[in-house]
């Protein structure tokens, strides 16, 4: 009933700037957090950057590299990931939660972008 879109993962090398985007539509009457998330092979899908209103929430990896922001009327949620690094590659991943006009509560995913940070 809630769909995220993603874009604008992509190949990039070290140092170099990306901006993911995500778009969430369907039955949704509120938006309470968005976030981002990240899977490397072999690894635990963790947090990248989350935001809640106007409070936002970083991993200390990625700490003043990366900016989340949010536009309410569009409930779109960016990611604009700067001094990129290897290590920063990885499936990332939208998500959203909140509440459907049926007063049932959600929390959806996108279906992940691939971002790789490589020479």
């Known amino acids: 009933q809630v769909q995220l879109v993603e874009s604008g993962g992509g190949l990039v090398q070290p140092g170099g700037s990306l901006r993911l985007s995500c778009a969430a539509s369907g039955s949704i009457f509120s938006v309470n957090a968005m976030g981002w998330y990240r899977q490397a092979p072999g690894k635990q899908r963790e947090l990248v950057a989350s935001?809640?209103?106007?409070?936002?929430n970083y991993a200390d990896s990625v700490k003043g590299r990366f900016t989340i922001s949010r536009t309410n009327a569009k409930n779109t949620v960016s990611l604009q990931m700067n001094s990129l690094k290897p290590e920063d590659t990885a499936v990332y991943f939208c998500?959203?939660?909140?509440?459907?006009?049926?007063?049932?509560?959600?929390?959806?995913w996108g279906q992940g972008t691939q971002v790789t940070v490589s020479s």
């Open positions: 998500n959203a939660n909140g509440y459907l006009y049926n007063g049932n509560s959600y929390s959806s």
């Open positions: 935001i809640t209103g106007g409070s936002t």
